[in-house]
């Protein structure tokens, strides 16, 4: 059965556990996942390569249909999905009904694709074509971001934001939260802010550079700032960015230490992690302790101050921050 992504409000009204998502639209998939799926979701969330579901094809059938008293529900997520999940979901589909939830994500398949037929004619299962983000779509993302925020953009901005995401939700999604990051510092951005914030081309954004930083990826952090040469308005915007990231991760740290668990405490964190971000987060928490993140924090309080004291000298500062751990 067909369900387009704009009527999947349908969802509710049946019960459906087998749900194909194909096209070249990562960003609409995860929207699809995030709201339709994991919002809300207490159980475990276990994510495949199809690979790795076909070498163990027998096993991952026989879990689908044996469940004990003390197992928790779960949603079972396939990436990469070809015609050769064809049999495992016949098989599937062969048995009784299964309470597990699963999602195959793939890119797009043509229409004479034996998986896509399936899931467009069995009634029990649905499909979901994703296609490129049109000016529409994204001008509803910037919205609603706008609104859960609380800030603004002028249309002019708005504008030349849709027009560098090259309709795609990803780049505009990171986009927006870049000058979200500068509007901490900068009560008004201007449109010549959006042009140098998203005009990074071939360079290390400042969100990698806070990634890799939390990461402790050292090499990387290095390579970045010889890449780039940033200005003192960078700095500030690349502290407040290490700020966030950091407080994020003192909550998720905290909730490690309750739960060893550190992927289900990343898959089941609120607001939820873009799924992109999951692995380097993952490292991030697994690279510092609860109160090392929290002596970092006060460090970075301090180096804003610093900074905004001594703007000549704010480049320098941050380099040696980020540097030394």
């Known amino acids: 059965m067909i369900i387009k992504s704009f009527e999947l409000e349908k969802l509710?009204?049946?019960?459906?556990?087998?749900?194909?998502?194909?096209?070249?639209?990562?960003g609409i998939k995860e929207d699809i996942i995030k709201d339709n799926y994991l919002k809300d979701f207490n159980?475990?969330?276990?994510?495949?390569?199809?690979?790795?579901?076909?070498?163990?094809?027998?096993?991952?059938?026989?879990?689908?249909?044996?469940?004990?008293l003390f197992e928790t529900?779960?949603?079972?997520?396939?990436?990469?999905?070809?015609?050769?999940?064809?049999?495992?979901?016949?098989?599937?589909?062969?048995?009784?009904?299964?309470?597990?939830?699963?999602?195959?994500k793939s890119a797009n398949l043509e229409k004479k694709s034996k998986l896509r037929n399936l899931f467009e004619k069995e009634k029990r299962i649905i499909c979901t074509p994703v296609y490129d983000d049109?000016?529409?779509?994204?001008?509803?993302?910037?919205?609603?971001?706008?609104?859960?925020?609380n800030?603004?953009?002028?249309?002019?901005?708005?504008?030349?934001?849709?027009?560098?995401?090259?309709?795609?939700r990803i780049n505009l999604k990171n986009e927006l939260l870049k000058l979200k990051s500068l509007s901490i510092s900068k009560n008004k951005l201007s449109t010549e802010d959006v042009i140098k914030l998203s005009n990074l081309a071939e360079n290390y954004s400042v969100f990698e550079?806070?990634?890799?930083?939390l990461a402790k990826n050292s090499k990387k952090v290095s390579n970045i700032l010889n890449e780039n040469n940033y200005s003192?308005?960078?700095?500030?915007?690349?502290?407040?960015?290490?700020?966030?990231?950091?407080?994020?991760?003192?909550?998720?740290?905290?909730?490690?230490?309750?739960?060893?668990?550190?992927?289900?405490?990343?898959?089941?964190?609120?607001?939820?992690?873009?799924?992109?971000?999951?692995?380097?987060?993952?490292?991030?928490a697994q690279s510092w302790s609860t109160y090392e993140v929290r002596k970092i924090i006060y460090k970075i309080n301090d180096l804003e101050a610093l900074v905004k004291k001594n703007t000549t000298n704010s480049i320098l500062f941050v380099s040696n921050f980020v540097s030394n751990y």
Not at 43 to 68: A, H, R
């Open 12 to 26: 509710n009204s049946f019960e459906f556990n087998l749900h194909l998502i194909y096209g070249n639209n990562d």
């Open 43 to 68: 159980g475990d969330i276990l994510k495949y390569d199809e690979q790795e579901i076909l070498n163990s094809k027998d096993e991952f059938i026989s879990s689908l249909f044996t469940k004990s």
């Open 73 to 104: 529900d779960k949603i079972i997520i396939i990436s990469r999905g070809s015609d050769k999940l064809f049999n495992l979901i016949s098989e599937i589909l062969e048995k009784e009904t299964i309470e597990t939830k699963i999602i195959i």
């Open 134 to 149: 049109d000016i529409r779509s994204l001008s509803s993302i910037i919205n609603s971001f706008l609104r859960e925020q």
């Open 151 to 168: 800030f603004n953009l002028s249309q002019e901005i708005k504008n030349i934001l849709i027009e560098r995401s090259k309709g795609d």
């Open 209 to 213: 550079l806070s990634d890799n930083y």
């Open 232 to 284: 003192s308005e960078d700095c500030i915007l690349i502290i407040r960015t290490i700020l966030n990231k950091s407080k994020r991760l003192l909550k998720i740290r905290t909730e490690v230490d309750k739960n060893s668990n550190i992927d289900q405490v990343i898959s089941t964190f609120k607001p939820p992690i873009f799924w992109k971000e999951k692995d380097i987060v993952k490292k991030q």
